[in-house]
């Protein structure tokens, strides 16, 4: 089976980034060697850029499939796939980012990442296992010391770039301020229900690249939404141009210049979402798309606390929540 191919965007560091990524995040996870075998698949069918962090449990079966996948000869060498991972809350001190990505790089047998995030602009306390925590267990977050320290995973060369994920405009404005390495990336939610216009307008101006996680609102996953999968508007869309309704999302991510971390363990519906480059969303239909009423999915309600650093939803996403 020939590979279908994925067209790349060059980020600011220089390194080129596969505009549709594989995501690896779900519940519950699939045992590790069936989750390897899922992304080997993934390998085979054309995906080339995979979405793992260490909160997800999913690096080890990532590495794993990579390494498979060159056994099999689906890649010649790791350089053909890039590998985006991400530094967990409890991490978000200066002293622990780069240990964090050694471990990182440990369970994916791999010498560096093509992209590390910083997951969340949160500091929990070191001590807090898994999602086992509440707002109270969060600390104030130090962006200076953390961002030097993702400098130096670059400098060092394990990281190829660095970038961030679910940092609203003044939180941007902050790490702009003190980076000599700008981010690549801002990696946040975005779908035709959250279009994020303003946040992608400065991403824009700043170089900045965005790409979308839940592009397709986590559908039927343990805190998805039917918004998008289920809009009415996305059926008609889909049902005129004969695609699925998936492919109208993703077309329109892409038509405004991001990219999407796209979670489908379905061979089938794999190979649909990466069949969306060779076709336009008419003007009508994006006029249309631009229409829909605007709502955060994921809301993150479990970092706020009156008794902790961030005290509302507004703190969180920078007055736009």
Known sequence: MEPMKVPKVTLNSGENMPIIGMGTATSPLPPPQALTSILVDAIEIGYRHFDTAAIYGTEEPLGHAVSKALELGLIKNRDEVFITSKLWNTDNHHH??????????????????????????????????????????????????????????????????????????????????????????????????????????????????????????????????SAVMENPILQEIAVARNKSVAQIALRWIYEQGASAIVKSFNKERMKQNLQIFDWELRQEESDKISHIPQCRLYKAEMFVCENGPIKSLEELWDSDP
């Open 96 to 225: 622990l980012v780069l240990p964090a990505l050694k471990t990182t790089l440990k369970k994916l047998g791999l010498e560096y990442v093509d992209l590390y995030l910083i997951h969340w602009p949160v500091r929990l306390k070191p001590e807090v296992e898994g999602f086992n925590f509440t707002g109270e267990d969060a600390i104030p977050f130090e962006i200076k010391g953390t961002w030097k320290a993702m400098e130096e995973c670059y400098r060092l060369g394990l990281a190829k770039s660095i970038g961030v994920s679910n940092f609203g405009i003044k939180k941007l404005t902050l790490l702009l301020e003190n980076a000599t390495i700008p981010p690549a990336v801002n990696q946040v939610e975005m779908n035709i229900s959250w279009h994020q216009g303003k946040l992608r307008e400065f991403c824009k101006q700043k170089g900045i690249h965005v790409s979308a996680w839940s592009p397709l609102g986590a559908y039927k996953v343990f805190w998805g939404s």
